[in-house]
T-cell receptor, first 115, second 111 residues
Framework: GAVVSQHPSWVICKSGTSVKIECRSLDFQATTMFWYRQFPKQSLMLMATSNEGSKATYEQGVEKDKFLINHASLTLSTLTVTSAHPEDSSFYIC???????????FGPGTRLLVL | RKEVEQDPGPFNVPEGATVAFNCTYSNSASQSFFWYRQDCRKEPKLLMS???SGNEDGRFTAQLNRASQYISLLIRDSKLSDSATYLC????????????FGAGTRLAVHP
């Protein structure tokens, strides 16, 4: 399967700070990037979909000004959680796609804890 | 109604047991169906795709009933290493690649 990396793997920050999460697809070019988050004991929820070089499409209920997504290249996408609050504490997972759902791989995730 | 519903479990079974998980989905237009496995604090990993004719991969058998919008996963001869959360996944409205995840069914296999 494809190799996907995320950085950082975990982060603890104070309320009000911004956190940037990087997702890299190391051995293939991802035309599409999906960003998910998962709260404890809940399902992965799609937050947004981005295509390289264009603006992301956000799911209902996800604030685009709070979760900034940049997909500037085919191997790198970033998610910035701006002015993070404790309710943003979650497991954030990227998933490079474009080859069909059977070839959709997932990054190892970033665990965010906002104090 | 949730788009993908699963029994949360946990299912506690001894090694060697056979265990079955069920899942229902609400979008009749879904075309792709999967079972993923997620270990604690890890990303989900594809276990198997689910086809209308049913499919088997070693000890794992998946079935799909489109009329009932129902998917199942059967695990035979459970191993300790099968302990994980099993996620039922379908593609959702709005795109072939958009995946909708169930909350998962937790399996704990004990000696």
């Amino acid at each position: 399967g494809a190799v996907v990396s995320q950085h950082p793997s975990w982060v603890i920050c104070k309320s009000g700070t911004s956190v940037k999460i990087e997702c890299r697809s190391l051995d293939f070019q991802a035309t599409t990037m999906f960003w998910y988050r998962q709260f404890p004991k809940q399902s992965l929820m799609l937050m947004a979909t981005s295509n390289e070089g264009s603006k992301a499409t956000y799911e209902q209920g996800v604030e685009k000004d709070k979760f900034l997504i940049n997909h500037a290249s085919l191997t790198l996408s970033t998610l910035t959680v701006t002015s993070a609050h404790p309710e943003d504490s979650s497991f954030y997972i990227c998933s490079p796609g474009g080859g069909g759902p059977e070839t959709q791989y997932f990054g190892p995730g970033t665990r965010l804890l906002v104090l | 109604r949730k788009e993908v519903e699963q029994d949360p479990g946990p299912f506690n079974v001894p090694e060697g047991a056979t265990v079955a998980f069920n899942c229902t989905y609400s979008n009749s237009a879904s075309q792709s169906f999967f079972w993923y496995r997620q270990d604690c604090r890890k990303e989900p990993k594809l276990l198997m795709s689910v086809y209308s004719s049913g499919n088997e991969d070693g000890r794992f058998t998946a079935q799909l009933n489109r009329a009932s919008q129902y998917i199942s996963l059967l695990i035979r001869d459970s191993k300790l290493s099968d302990s994980a959360t099993y996620l039922c996944v379908v593609n959702g409205p709005g795109g072939y690649n958009k995946l909708i995840f169930g909350a998962g069914t937790r399996l704990a296999v004990h000696p």
